[in-house]
């Protein structure tokens, strides 16, 4: 099972740019697809993003689509969230999630979750 470890977050202006990522420990990082979600306050855990084992294969939420992008580099056991054109309402607690399947899923059926990083975007 791997160990997930996110970092990358912070305060930025509408607008701005910003990259997460998260670095993963333990065995076989590429046997797991990965997601990003995120909290906002007061709302519940959605899907962002996710990717598949190989990288090959991607898939957005409809309200990041065209703005975010996921990658990994399996050599490097971590996988990234590039953020662009950041808005307000992106304002979120950011998670990184693994599960050892074949499919990307955008439920929260994951195995594994990182402890999370702090998105702000101010206006």
């Known amino acids: 099972q791997v160990q997930l470890v996110e970092s990358g977050g912070g305060l930025v202006q509408a607008g701005d740019s910003l990259r997460l990522s998260c670095a993963a420990s333990?065995?076989?990082?590429?046997?797991?697809?990965m997601g990003w979600f995120r909290q906002a306050p007061g709302k519940e855990r959605e899907f962002v993003a996710g990717?598949?084992?190989?990288?090959?294969?991607?898939r957005y939420a409809d309200s990041v689509k065209g703005r975010f992008t996921i990658s990994r580099d399996n050599a490097k056991n971590t996988v990234y969230l590039q953020m662009n054109s950041l808005k307000r309402e992106d304002t979120a607690v950011y998670y990184c999630?693994?599960?050892?399947?074949?499919?990307?899923?955008?439920?929260?059926?994951?195995?594994?979750w990182g402890q999370g990083t702090q998105v702000t975007v101010s206006s």
């Open positions: 999630a693994a599960r050892n399947s074949i499919m990307i899923l955008t439920t929260l059926t994951y195995d594994t």
């Open positions: 333990g065995r076989s990082f590429s046997m797991y697809v």
């Open positions: 990717i598949s084992r190989s990288g090959g294969s991607t």
